[in-house]
Protein backbone atom coordinates (compact mmCIF):
# COMPACT_ATOMS: atom_id res chain seq x y z
CA UNK A 1 0.00 0.00 0.00
CA UNK A 2 1.07 3.57 -0.35
CA UNK A 3 2.59 5.97 2.08
CA UNK A 4 3.35 9.38 2.37
CA UNK A 5 5.43 11.01 4.75
CA UNK A 6 6.52 14.17 6.26
CA UNK A 7 8.96 15.79 8.19
CA UNK A 8 9.03 17.46 10.77
CA UNK A 9 5.60 17.53 12.66
CA UNK A 10 5.97 20.95 13.27
CA UNK A 11 9.09 24.04 13.27
CA UNK A 12 9.17 26.80 14.86
CA UNK A 13 11.83 29.03 12.97
CA UNK A 14 12.84 32.82 13.53
CA UNK A 15 12.40 35.36 10.77
CA UNK A 16 15.08 35.19 8.39
CA UNK A 17 16.42 31.43 8.73
CA UNK A 18 16.30 29.21 5.64
CA UNK A 19 13.49 26.42 5.60
CA UNK A 20 13.68 23.13 4.28
CA UNK A 21 10.69 20.69 4.77
CA UNK A 22 10.98 16.95 3.26
CA UNK A 23 7.86 14.68 1.83
CA UNK A 24 8.07 11.23 0.52
CA UNK A 25 6.08 8.96 -0.96
CA UNK A 26 6.60 5.20 -0.72
CA UNK A 27 4.05 2.05 -2.85
CA UNK A 28 4.38 3.93 -5.87
CA UNK A 29 5.89 5.21 -8.85
CA UNK A 30 5.84 8.61 -10.77
CA UNK A 31 3.38 10.27 -8.90
CA UNK A 32 2.05 13.55 -9.22
CA UNK A 33 3.38 15.77 -6.06
CA UNK A 34 2.18 19.03 -4.23
CA UNK A 35 2.83 21.36 -1.82
CA UNK A 36 -0.42 23.23 -0.26
CA UNK A 37 0.09 25.45 2.51
CA UNK A 38 -3.22 26.46 5.09
CA UNK A 39 -3.43 29.36 7.27
CA UNK A 40 -5.17 29.17 10.20
CA UNK A 41 -9.04 29.02 9.16
CA UNK A 42 -8.30 29.34 5.68
CA UNK A 43 -8.74 27.02 2.57
CA UNK A 44 -5.57 25.03 1.00
CA UNK A 45 -3.30 27.30 -1.31
CA UNK A 46 -1.44 25.45 -3.80
CA UNK A 47 2.09 26.55 -4.10
CA UNK A 48 4.05 24.02 -6.16
CA UNK A 49 3.69 20.95 -8.30
CA UNK A 50 5.34 18.05 -9.79
CA UNK A 51 5.23 15.71 -12.98
CA UNK A 52 8.37 14.33 -12.32
CA UNK A 53 11.89 14.55 -11.53
CA UNK A 54 13.35 18.03 -11.82
CA UNK A 55 9.59 19.14 -12.80
CA UNK A 56 8.48 22.08 -10.86
CA UNK A 57 5.74 24.18 -11.49
CA UNK A 58 5.13 27.36 -9.43
CA UNK A 59 1.25 28.36 -8.69
CA UNK A 60 2.18 31.46 -6.36
CA UNK A 61 5.44 33.46 -6.94
CA UNK A 62 6.70 33.96 -3.17
CA UNK A 63 9.60 33.71 -1.07
CA UNK A 64 9.26 29.56 -1.38
CA UNK A 65 11.07 26.46 -4.30
CA UNK A 66 10.58 23.40 -4.23
CA UNK A 67 12.61 20.65 -6.15
CA UNK A 68 11.52 16.83 -6.82
CA UNK A 69 15.27 15.11 -6.44
CA UNK A 70 14.21 11.85 -6.61
CA UNK A 71 11.06 10.12 -7.84
CA UNK A 72 9.23 9.96 -4.56
CA UNK A 73 10.71 12.77 -2.59
CA UNK A 74 9.55 16.74 -2.78
CA UNK A 75 11.02 19.04 -0.75
CA UNK A 76 10.14 22.69 0.03
CA UNK A 77 12.45 25.38 0.83
CA UNK A 78 13.54 28.94 1.99
CA UNK A 79 16.26 31.13 1.95
CA UNK A 80 15.21 33.70 4.39
CA UNK A 81 11.65 33.09 5.85
CA UNK A 82 8.85 35.63 7.03
CA UNK A 83 6.49 35.89 9.53
CA UNK A 84 3.76 35.60 6.40
CA UNK A 85 5.31 31.91 5.75
CA UNK A 86 3.64 30.89 9.13
CA UNK A 87 1.08 28.36 8.45
CA UNK A 88 0.25 24.28 8.21
CA UNK A 89 2.44 23.13 5.03
CA UNK A 90 0.62 19.90 3.45
CA UNK A 91 2.29 17.35 0.68
CA UNK A 92 0.67 15.48 -1.40
CA UNK A 93 -0.07 12.89 -4.26
CA UNK A 94 -2.01 12.10 -7.37
CA UNK A 95 -1.31 8.43 -9.17
CA UNK A 96 -0.70 8.49 -12.57
CA UNK A 97 -1.13 4.97 -13.00
CA UNK A 98 -3.97 3.93 -16.01
CA UNK A 99 -7.54 3.54 -14.08
CA UNK A 100 -6.63 5.76 -11.43
CA UNK A 101 -9.20 8.62 -10.25
CA UNK A 102 -7.65 11.87 -9.76
CA UNK A 103 -7.77 11.92 -5.99
CA UNK A 104 -5.33 12.87 -4.06
CA UNK A 105 -3.56 11.51 -0.83
CA UNK A 106 -2.42 13.95 2.26
CA UNK A 107 0.64 14.10 4.27
CA UNK A 108 0.03 14.64 7.96
CA UNK A 109 1.14 18.29 7.53
CA UNK A 110 4.21 20.28 9.08
CA UNK A 111 3.18 22.97 11.38
CA UNK A 112 5.70 26.14 10.84
CA UNK A 113 5.87 28.56 13.33
CA UNK A 114 7.60 32.44 12.07
CA UNK A 115 8.82 34.38 15.19
CA UNK B 1 -13.22 35.76 -11.60
CA UNK B 2 -12.82 32.27 -10.50
CA UNK B 3 -14.41 31.23 -6.86
CA UNK B 4 -15.44 27.78 -4.82
CA UNK B 5 -18.02 29.09 -2.30
CA UNK B 6 -18.69 27.00 0.82
CA UNK B 7 -20.27 28.01 3.66
CA UNK B 8 -18.08 29.62 6.25
CA UNK B 9 -20.72 28.99 9.13
CA UNK B 10 -20.24 25.85 10.92
CA UNK B 11 -23.11 23.85 10.51
CA UNK B 12 -24.23 22.28 13.59
CA UNK B 13 -27.16 19.59 13.58
CA UNK B 14 -28.16 16.40 15.83
CA UNK B 15 -27.07 12.96 15.84
CA UNK B 16 -29.26 10.89 13.43
CA UNK B 17 -29.89 13.54 11.03
CA UNK B 18 -29.04 14.20 7.83
CA UNK B 19 -25.86 16.92 7.06
CA UNK B 20 -26.15 18.91 3.46
CA UNK B 21 -22.96 21.07 2.74
CA UNK B 22 -23.15 23.28 -0.41
CA UNK B 23 -19.88 23.75 -1.96
CA UNK B 24 -20.68 26.83 -5.19
CA UNK B 25 -18.21 27.64 -8.01
CA UNK B 26 -18.27 30.18 -10.75
CA UNK B 27 -15.81 30.55 -13.90
CA UNK B 28 -15.02 26.77 -13.70
CA UNK B 29 -15.68 24.16 -16.13
CA UNK B 30 -14.24 21.27 -14.17
CA UNK B 31 -14.22 17.96 -15.27
CA UNK B 32 -14.47 16.41 -11.91
CA UNK B 33 -15.74 17.33 -8.31
CA UNK B 34 -14.19 16.57 -4.87
CA UNK B 35 -14.78 16.11 -1.46
CA UNK B 36 -12.75 15.74 1.58
CA UNK B 37 -12.67 15.31 4.99
CA UNK B 38 -10.38 17.31 7.36
CA UNK B 39 -9.71 16.82 10.88
CA UNK B 40 -7.99 19.28 13.09
CA UNK B 41 -4.16 19.44 12.66
CA UNK B 42 -4.68 16.08 10.13
CA UNK B 43 -4.72 16.27 6.44
CA UNK B 44 -7.38 16.04 4.07
CA UNK B 45 -8.94 12.51 3.47
CA UNK B 46 -10.14 11.98 0.39
CA UNK B 47 -14.21 10.68 0.68
CA UNK B 48 -15.73 11.36 -2.28
CA UNK B 49 -15.16 12.23 -6.24
CA UNK B 50 -18.01 13.06 -9.10
CA UNK B 51 -17.68 13.45 -12.91
CA UNK B 52 -19.40 16.14 -14.72
CA UNK B 53 -21.39 13.66 -16.52
CA UNK B 54 -22.52 12.19 -13.36
CA UNK B 55 -25.52 13.51 -11.63
CA UNK B 56 -25.24 11.41 -7.98
CA UNK B 57 -22.62 9.76 -6.67
CA UNK B 58 -23.07 7.61 -3.22
CA UNK B 59 -20.75 5.61 -0.81
CA UNK B 60 -22.19 4.11 2.09
CA UNK B 61 -24.05 7.17 4.15
CA UNK B 62 -22.53 9.65 2.03
CA UNK B 63 -24.31 10.96 -0.90
CA UNK B 64 -22.84 13.93 -3.55
CA UNK B 65 -24.56 15.53 -6.29
CA UNK B 66 -23.43 17.40 -8.81
CA UNK B 67 -25.34 20.29 -11.10
CA UNK B 68 -23.18 21.72 -13.92
CA UNK B 69 -26.01 24.46 -14.84
CA UNK B 70 -26.52 25.67 -11.45
CA UNK B 71 -22.48 24.94 -10.61
CA UNK B 72 -23.25 23.37 -7.63
CA UNK B 73 -22.16 20.17 -5.40
CA UNK B 74 -24.11 19.23 -2.20
CA UNK B 75 -22.70 16.47 -0.21
CA UNK B 76 -25.08 14.75 2.15
CA UNK B 77 -24.43 12.74 5.07
CA UNK B 78 -27.43 10.58 6.50
CA UNK B 79 -27.60 9.07 9.92
CA UNK B 80 -24.57 11.26 10.88
CA UNK B 81 -22.72 10.62 13.98
CA UNK B 82 -20.70 12.62 16.13
CA UNK B 83 -17.87 11.28 14.33
CA UNK B 84 -18.77 12.82 11.25
CA UNK B 85 -18.14 16.21 13.10
CA UNK B 86 -14.81 17.40 10.89
CA UNK B 87 -14.62 19.78 8.23
CA UNK B 88 -15.18 18.94 4.89
CA UNK B 89 -13.93 20.40 1.78
CA UNK B 90 -14.97 20.38 -1.86
CA UNK B 91 -12.66 21.00 -4.85
CA UNK B 92 -12.37 20.66 -8.26
CA UNK B 93 -9.81 20.23 -11.17
CA UNK B 94 -8.39 23.91 -12.11
CA UNK B 95 -5.96 24.22 -15.17
CA UNK B 96 -5.33 20.72 -15.74
CA UNK B 97 -6.00 17.18 -14.34
CA UNK B 98 -3.20 17.76 -12.37
CA UNK B 99 -4.07 20.47 -9.81
CA UNK B 100 -7.10 20.64 -7.53
CA UNK B 101 -8.36 24.30 -6.55
CA UNK B 102 -10.20 23.82 -3.05
CA UNK B 103 -13.11 25.83 -1.26
CA UNK B 104 -12.15 26.97 2.55
CA UNK B 105 -14.39 23.83 3.78
CA UNK B 106 -17.16 23.92 6.16
CA UNK B 107 -17.40 22.50 9.37
CA UNK B 108 -19.79 20.00 10.49
CA UNK B 109 -20.82 19.57 14.72
CA UNK B 110 -22.46 16.74 15.02
CA UNK B 111 -23.88 16.68 18.87
CA UNK B 112 -25.41 13.64 20.74
Known amino acids: SQTIHQWPATLVQPVGSPLSLECTVE??????LYWYRQAAGRGLQLLFY??????ISSEVPQNLSASRPQDRQFILSSKKLLLSDSGFYLC??????????????FGPGTRLTVL | SQKIEQNSEALNIQEGKTATLTCNYT??????LQWYRQDPGRGPVFLLL?????KEKRKERLKVTFDTTLKQSLFHITASQPADSATYLC???????????FGTGTRLLVSP
Open chain 1, 92 to 105: AWRSTADGSYNEQF
Open chain 1, 27 to 32: GTSNPN
Open chain 1, 50 to 55: SVGIGQ
Open chain 2, 27 to 32: NYSPAY
Open chain 2, 50 to 54: IRENE
Open chain 2, 91 to 101: ALTGGGFQKLV
